[in-house]
């Protein structure tokens, strides 16, 4: 069959498929909804008609049922093409291109533990540093200072994602986690809803895309934190 002509060759049809996943990312990433591609198939045109040659089925996303009743304006449409444009030609295996294949696993996950462990590796793609060393503390304000704009609520998505973490290092060691059914289901749309939002700002930005897809994304992360270290002291007091 034909090859994709990159330096790991793949057939086109895996990269047709690959495509409708990214489609589906791309739609939840401008405005979750029960909209999406469930099935795809391949078919060749032979003998005056379409004979069927491939079948796939898309796993289906985990929708919150917050999400269900909402739909898709033709403006929403046409930003998630464009979102779409972007994931597709973005470098790979970069940090970006991480994030975004993590993002459509956690999105597939109806485990909400497993789903949301996927969904840290998201998180701290996207704003963990590249050395170890105060990992949380750096995250949640790297994270605050790039997805919000007052200093009040900074402090509140600062504040989150250090109680969002505490959670998901209950996960990863194996301790009992004590959030109860109805918290897990706030922990998760939050965090979700942080990612997505970040992802946003990211992929609607030719600039933070390409600082985010390369070894700028450290740096950059880090000159945010520097221009804001005023405000460090109003970010971690209570």
Same mark, same amino acid.
Do not use: C
């Given at each position: 069959?034909?090859?994709?002509?990159?330096?790991?060759?793949?057939?086109?049809?895996?990269?047709?498929?690959?495509?409708?996943?990214?489609?589906?990312?791309?739609?939840?990433?401008?405005?979750?909804?029960?909209?999406?591609?469930?099935?795809?198939?391949?078919?060749?045109?032979?003998?005056?008609?379409?004979?069927?040659?491939?079948?796939?089925?898309?796993?289906?996303?985990?929708?919150?049922?917050?999400?269900?009743?909402?739909?898709?304006?033709?403006?929403?449409?046409?930003?998630?093409?464009?979102?779409?444009? *972007?994931? %597709?030609?973005?470098? @790979?295996?970069?940090?970006?291109?991480?994030?975004? =294949?993590? &993002?459509? $696993?956690?999105?597939?996950?109806?485990?909400?533990?497993?789903?949301?462990?996927?969904?840290?590796?998201?998180?701290?793609?996207?704003?963990?540093?590249?050395?170890?060393?105060?990992?949380?503390?750096?995250?949640?304000?790297?994270?605050?200072?790039?997805?919000?704009?007052?200093?009040?609520?900074?402090?509140?998505?600062?504040?989150?994602?250090?109680?969002?973490?505490?959670?998901?290092?209950?996960?990863?060691?194996?301790?009992?986690?004590?959030?109860?059914?109805?918290?897990?289901?706030?922990?998760?749309?939050? *965090?979700? %809803?942080?990612?997505? @939002?970040?992802?946003?700002?990211?992929?609607?930005? =030719?600039? &933070?895309? $390409?600082?985010?897809?390369?070894?700028?994304?450290?740096?950059?992360?880090?000159?945010?934190?520097?221009?804001?270290?005023?405000?460090?002291?109003?970010?971690?007091?209570?």
């Amino acid at each position: 069959e034909d090859k994709w002509p990159g330096p790991r060759p793949r057939r086109k049809l895996d990269l047709a498929f690959e495509r409708i996943h990214l489609a589906n990312v791309a739609l939840w990433i401008q405005k979750p909804t029960l909209a999406e591609v469930r099935f795809a198939t391949h078919a060749v045109y032979d003998g005056g008609q379409w004979v069927p040659k491939r079948f796939m089925d898309m796993k289906p996303f985990a929708i919150h049922d917050s999400d269900v009743d909402r739909f898709l304006a033709w403006s929403d449409f046409e930003a998630a093409k464009r979102i779409h444009e *972007t994931i %597709e030609n973005l470098k @790979r295996p970069e940090t970006l291109w991480v994030a975004i =294949r993590a &993002l459509l $696993r956690a999105l597939t996950e109806t485990e909400w533990q497993f789903r949301y462990l996927v969904a840290w590796m998201v998180l701290e793609a996207l704003f963990g540093p590249d050395e170890p060393g105060e990992t949380i503390f750096q995250l949640a304000y790297r994270g605050a200072m790039f997805r919000a704009d007052s200093p009040a609520e900074r402090k509140k998505v600062f504040m989150k994602i250090k109680d969002a973490y505490r959670v998901r290092s209950q996960i990863v060691h194996g301790r009992k986690v004590n959030v109860k059914s109805h918290e897990s289901i706030v922990y998760m749309k939050d *965090t979700e %809803e942080l990612i997505r @939002r970040a992802l946003l700002k990211v992929l609607e930005s =030719r600039d &933070l895309t $390409r600082v985010f897809s390369t070894a700028e994304r450290n740096g950059f992360l880090q000159t945010l934190s520097l221009s804001g270290s005023r405000e460090t002291n109003t970010l971690i007091s209570d």
